[in-house]
């Protein structure tokens, strides 16, 4: 089980209303309790914050909003401690246009990091080399009136893309790698791979022809020639040999939103790709069983023979979990995520039942809501502090925090939950303590069992071990027929009891493990 934290958001230790290292330090042992084996930070390199660190200033400091190294170094010791793995995010893609790199790779066409950025001129008519839009809206190009060229961003203005194609930027950022695994990091979440390379021939992108006003904006177009380009996974292979000089284990994970098909080839060769390429799919994927089903299946069925499957079901980006599917199924999608083959990834606060907080219009900090508004496509809703107890700025912080609250935090927060028999969270707990009992779940096969309008049942299988789990995703009762076994756990907390055999009752938005005789 892999835990994103967004540091921002986790524990604020020094009372400014931003969380911090030592904040996710302080916490550590809240999420042994709760059985973790990981966690992932997003970024907390020095940055002017224009998109909360995703525009890195300098890659290898840390931000004072954050602390400074020495809590860096105190983190990987509790981390070790504990017996946790620490991962960090990685940024390959782009800079901040604050960074050294930058300043110098516009200040001439003659100076020696000149080639670090992706530079273009203007198209005969004055205006862009051609049509590509930035994921934050308006044009991916934005004009340098030093240089008189165009520089290429797949994201803010402010966040030039670096040009991978430059052999000194390639040793610079693999350089990056070894800094932070000099420190001790177990690990990288590589940021935005997919959008690592871009077409050399400057081709227009096509239209969308399913793009509808009221859509995201930058969906106008095919990304084509910015995303998925061939000669990603050669800089992936880099960054794996970088991972590999290094003794132990590490990991290497990548972010990328792509079909099922094209996203398995970031597996690469067994020792040449991603450990994890990030599997996103539950997210978009409509709630029902057969959806479901067929989702796990074709990931299943697509996956290279060395490829070891991952899931999520929720991140820093996207909605929360219990806004898309709704409070009565975040039982039944926790019983899902931590019994599918593979590796987890948690986002923190999905283990209380967190949902979507409302921003008002002037606490708005996330740059896309800001630049393309009223869409839907904010992050902010997801990115509300942590709730770790009933006092006041429910723990996160002793002053008013970045971001509000979410307005049930007195009753919805780790204190209570705790001691609560039944909570989400205790759920979450005994779920993972029951994984790493059964190897079954662990490391077991996956195979499909049933799937209806309102059931999807599984087993997973090691040696004669064989669990049957069974979810309704539904708002009605259902019935199935099941072997006899024995209900090892059940998401509303009954009691276990033996299944004779034959028809199983299953209570609406219920889920069952049973271990079959």
């Given at each position: 089980m892999i835990y994103q934290i967004y540091p921002r958001s986790f524990q604020d230790s020094n009372g400014d209303g931003v969380g911090d290292l030592a904040g996710v330090l302080q916490r550590l042992d809240a999420l042994v309790a709760l059985g973790v084996d990981a966690i992932w930070l997003s970024p907390f390199y020095r940055s002017p914050m224009a998109d909360f660190g995703y525009d890195v200033r300098d890659h290898v400091s840390v931000d004072p909003i954050f602390g400074d190294m020495a809590d860096v170094r105190a983190l990987v010791r509790g981390c070790r401690q504990r017996g946790l793995k620490l991962i960090v995010d990685y940024?390959?893609?782009?800079?901040?246009?604050?960074?050294?790199?930058?300043?110098?790779?516009r200040s001439s066409r003659t100076n020696p990091r000149r080639d670090w950025y992706v530079w273009r001129d203007a198209a005969p008519d004055g205006g862009p080399p051609n049509n590509w839009l930035s994921e934050f809206g308006g044009?991916?190009?934005?004009?340098?009136?030093?240089?008189?060229?165009?520089?290429?961003?797949?994201?803010?203005?402010?966040?030039?893309?670096?040009?991978?194609?430059?052999?000194?930027v390639v040793e610079a950022m693999l350089n990056v790698m070894r800094f932070w695994l000099d420190r001790g990091v177990d690990g990288f979440r590589v940021d935005a791979i997919h959008h690592l390379m871009e077409r050399e021939?400057?081709?227009?992108?096509?239209?969308?022809?399913?793009?509808?006003?009221?859509?995201?904006?930058?969906?106008?177009?095919?990304?084509?020639?910015?995303?998925?380009?061939?000669?990603?996974?050669?800089?992936?292979?880099?960054?794996?040999?970088?991972?590999d000089e290094y003794p132990g284990e590490h990991v290497l994970i990548g972010e990328a939103y792509l079909p099922l098909e094209r996203l398995v080839t970031y597996y690469g060769s067994p020792d040449a790709g991603f450990h994890l390429p990030f599997n996103f799919h539950l997210m978009s994927t409509p709630w029902t069983p057969t959806a479901v089903a067929a989702l796990v299946s074709a990931y299943e069925r697509q996956?290279?023979?060395?490829?070891?499957?991952?899931?999520?079901?929720?991140?820093?980006?996207?909605?929360?979990?219990?806004?898309?599917?709704?409070?009565?199924?975040?039982?039944?999608?926790?019983?899902?995520?931590?019994?599918?083959?593979?590796?987890?990834?948690?986002?923190?606060?999905?283990?209380?039942g967190m949902a979507d907080v409302d921003i008002p219009r002037d606490r708005v900090r996330d740059p896309l809501e800001i630049n393309v508004p009223g869409l839907g496509l904010g992050r902010d809703p997801a990115r509300t502090p942590m709730m770790w107890s009933p006092e006041r700025h429910a723990g996160f912080s002793s002053v008013e925090p970045w971001l509000p609250l979410s307005p049930d935090w007195?009753?919805?927060?780790?204190?209570?939950?705790?001691?609560?028999?039944?909570?989400?969270?205790?759920?979450?707990?005994?779920?993972?303590?029951?994984?790493?009992?059964?190897p079954a779940l662990s490391l077991g096969d996956y195979h499909p069992f049933a799937a209806t309008d309102g059931l999807l049942a599984y087993e997973r299988?090691?040696?004669?071990?064989?669990?049957?789990?069974?979810?309704?995703?539904?708002?009605?009762?259902?019935?199935?027929?099941?072997?006899?076994?024995?209900?090892?756990?059940?998401?509303?907390?009954?009691?276990?009891?033996?299944?004779?055999?034959?028809?199983?009752?299953?209570?609406?938005?219920?889920?069952l493990i049973l271990r079959l005789a």
């Open positions: 940024i390959p893609n782009h800079t901040s246009d604050r960074h050294l790199w930058f300043a110098e790779s044009p991916a190009w934005t004009w340098d009136p030093g240089r008189q060229q165009y520089y290429y961003h797949a994201f803010l203005s402010c966040q030039p893309d670096l040009n991978w194609r430059c052999p000194d021939d400057l081709a227009d992108n096509p239209g969308n022809p399913l793009w509808r006003e009221g859509m995201d904006p930058a969906d106008r177009l095919v990304r084509a020639g910015t995303v998925d380009q061939p000669d990603v996974h050669a800089a992936v292979s880099a960054m794996r040999r970088v991972l996956l290279p023979d060395h490829g070891w499957p991952n899931w999520v079901l929720s991140n820093h980006d996207r909605s929360r979990l219990v806004s898309r599917i709704g409070g009565s199924q975040a039982r039944v999608a926790a019983m899902l995520l931590l019994t599918l083959r593979g590796t987890p990834t948690l986002y923190q606060g999905d283990e209380l007195r009753d919805l927060n780790v204190q209570n939950q705790a001691a609560q028999p039944g909570s989400v969270l205790r759920l979450y707990t005994a779920l993972l303590a029951l994984r790493r009992a059964e299988r090691l040696g004669t071990a064989r669990l049957l789990i069974v979810l309704n995703m539904g708002a009605r009762p259902e019935r199935i027929e099941a072997p006899a076994g024995q209900v090892v756990m059940s998401t509303q907390g009954e009691p276990v009891g033996t299944h004779a055999g034959g028809l199983l009752q299953v209570a609406a938005h219920q889920g």
